[in-house]
């Protein structure tokens, strides 16, 4: 009889910055449960890939629960306790089982809890047992805590930003959990914490230096003894001690490897430390930078209203700057903004409506830019993803639009998503290869689907609630001196 592994996973990316808490909702739309989880064909997400991992390797996939919330505030105590007792559930249903995979984000928080991650391993160690293996594949952007590593087997971190590594490190769990059950390996693992906030355009493994610290990993990867190593460059919009980037390394074991091993590149990471910030840049100063470089379209990266970092997405800073200066073939990606989307559908297609777009959700992201606009086409914003992070994934934005006012065209949704390729703009007749200035709410991931047509691409600073400046975020509790907010950070190399 093949081994049972047990898949399934919660993931949320909890910004604390952001005042409103997700609601359950945010997940149920996109939970997806038993049988269900086995019949999605070949998306790349991390369950996807444990799917197909444990089948490559003979193994029996017993599917539990996927609950995908949108990025925002942290959970409330009921929703994540309904969210947790729904996972344990099905899992207690499965019994027995080998093996445990779990998708977890790796910085999920929620009302009581700052570790929910670590929470929910806890709570899955206790229910199979000290024998029973369980591995977890986290975001690149995660916050790893000692519970995390001490009630789990193996922890593995995605690689690439944007990401679009899911379903291969997925795959190489499930690899390694069978090569654990069949006593080939006893993977033993030891990670490190450091005081560093990482900026999110250095953690683009395309471009130096991250590409540099990709290259550390793939020198680890090799290192006889070595299973797995992982760097988690942190998600820095999350008010709690676990904030910072951190490196796991997971040996045949050997505890003492481990921990040197994570220490080695942990501190590798902390003497190139000044390496991982950067410098804030105006909207204003990069059109300028674009305009100087010559090649269209200018993107400019909305980074602070980055929606798949749980930020509203409906800052106007940069579609009232692209009105004042008449600007001509550009575009805004996407503002969300349901009340707009809804006035637009109401009037029609073709129609030309005032209407007051963005700048509802908070007064730092206003105020509402007032648009005599063109109703170019609609949407009822469902679509497929075909860039290289997301091909085959399904979205539904809800109620959306195209709209224009002179040069300037804006895609308004219902729902909050970041714009990672170019099909939803396509859908909406709007070809975003003609355009010369395109802004996307997106601090990385945009990358996957519009480098390939950008001339230039700036991630730029406007008034948000989830600044890259990290002198701006009003952080209380990180209970460490961290760099660069602190210069004299420093790293206690002691263990116990
Ligand atoms: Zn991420």
Redesign the pocket.
Known sequence: MSWRIAVGGIEH?TTTFIPDLTPLENFSRRTVRGDSLLERGDANTIVDGFVKGVGQCGMQVVPLLWAKGDSGGPASRDTFETLAHDLLNCLSQSLPVDGVLLSL?GSFAAEGFDDGDGEILRRVREMVGPACPIMAVH????NISSQMVEMADVLMI?RT?P?VDMAQRAMETAHLMARTLAGEVRPTMAYRSLPLLWAAPKMIDAEAPMSDAVMQLTRFDEKPGVLSASIGVG?QWIDNPLVGASTIVVTDDNRSQAAELADELAGWIWDRRADWQRESLSPESALQLGEEAGGYPVVLADQGDNT??GAPGDSTEILRLFLERDLQQAAVLYMIDPEAAELVHAAGGGTTVDVQVGGKSHPLLGPPVAMQAEVLSLSDGCFTYDGPMWAGVKADLGKSALLRQRGVHVIVTSRPAQPIDLAFARTLGLDCRQMRYICVKST??FRSGFEPIAGSIHNVDSASLLSQDFFQLPYTRLGRRMYPLHDDASVDWARC
């Not at 975001?139 to 995660?142: A, E, K, R, T």
């Open positions: 990316e984000h975001d690149l952007h995660s995605e930003y990401h998600y798949g970092g990385g991931h």
